[in-house]
């Protein structure tokens, strides 16, 4: 047999991120990384819906922070390190609050 040539750095590297990507689902939070969402809540429209959304998004098990922006009609999410937070999830909570999920978005790190 006729040995095989070795694979050129940039051409392992490429492979190696593929593997990666291959490897590590898209909802799974990566060991050292808080993850982060941005939620879209129809309804919201003063202090007190703001509380409501926090209380309940609040219970979810692994939540940090949650943050609401009335005048966008947003909530920020952080997980804490590893946890991920799973659209049913916050679905139930918003819900639960008595209001309509929007949108659910996982953010970049640093977003």
Excluded: H, W
Aim: net charge negative; proline share 5%.
């Amino acid at each position: 047999m006729k040995p095989v040539a070795p694979l050129p750095s940039a051409l392992r590297a490429l492979l190696a991120a593929l593997l990666i990507t291959i490897a590590i689902p898209a909802g799974l939070a990566v060991a050292g990384e808080k993850a982060a969402y941005a939620i879209g809540v129809d309804g919201l429209s003063c202090p007190f819906c703001a509380y409501g959304i926090e209380k309940q998004l609040g219970r979810i098990a692994g939540v940090e922070t949650v943050l609401t922006d009335i005048g966008s009609g947003t909530v920020a999410v952080t997980m804490e390190e590893g946890a991920i937070l799973e659209e049913a999830a916050a679905t139930n909570a918003v819900e639960n609050a008595g209001f309509t999920l929007r949108s659910f978005e996982r953010k970049a790190a640093g977003e």
